[in-house]
């Protein structure tokens, strides 16, 4: 039995971020993501009325699975409290979702968005930051992670984990020795953790 195609929208949807992440947001038009998915132009209108649309559906596409591998990592468990494991939970999310939606990563994590995103995907981003504050603010207070504002200290963690995925691009993740990704993961706590000195 032939596997089922996707539903157009979704295939609109992926083809639209693998061309965001080759050629951004604003240098992709809706002919050539038309025509990579080997449609009309006038197929992907019946979906989305325009390119803000379809960039607002892919940026939607691409957070919600993003919450949904860091709802899955966080979800594997570990001793409650331990703020350095469940740093290593957010670090699997990522690097899961990483590996397997290269191209949603790059067009989340390489590019900025505010010239189309909508209040719904706004909100979207915003739920995700208040996952990654929360945690910091947690571990601030049981003394693990260092002073500082959250948002700040997320997005260093994010720019490090960024910089690494896109030095192992077109690869991606994947190739990269886990022994690496561990080495990785290491350097990154080591900039949110707090040093007590002796």
């Not at 951004?24 to 009309?40: F, K, L």
């Not at 690494?164 to 886990?178: E, N, Q």
């Amino acid at each position: 039995m032939a596997p089922r195609k996707p539903d157009l929208d979704r295939l609109l949807i992926d083809t639209a971020l693998a061309l965001f992440a080759e050629r951004t947001y604003e240098g992709t038009q809706m002919p050539a993501v038309a025509q990579r998915a080997g449609v009309g132009v006038g197929s992907i209108y019946r979906y989305f009325p325009s390119k803000e649309a379809l960039g607002n559906a892919a940026f939607q596409h691409a957070k919600r699975a993003l919450l949904d591998h860091l709802a899955g990592a966080l979800a594997e468990g570990g001793p409650a409290g331990d703020i350095r494991a469940e740093f290593g939970r957010f670090w699997r999310g990522f690097t899961r979702y990483a590996g397997a939606y290269p191209d949603a990563f790059v067009f989340l994590e390489h590019q900025q968005h505010d010239t189309f995103l909508a209040p719904e995907s706004r909100a979207l981003a915003e739920e995700i930051d208040r996952v990654a504050a929360d945690f910091i603010e947690r571990g601030q207070r049981a003394g693990e992670i260092r002073e500082g504002d959250a948002a700040q200290l997320v997005a260093l963690a994010l720019g490090a984990f960024t910089g690494l995925v896109k030095l192992r691009r077109p690869g991606g993740l994947p190739t990269l020795p886990a022994e690496d990704l561990d080495r990785a993961e290491a350097a990154v706590w080591d900039l949110l953790h707090r040093k007590v000195s002796p």
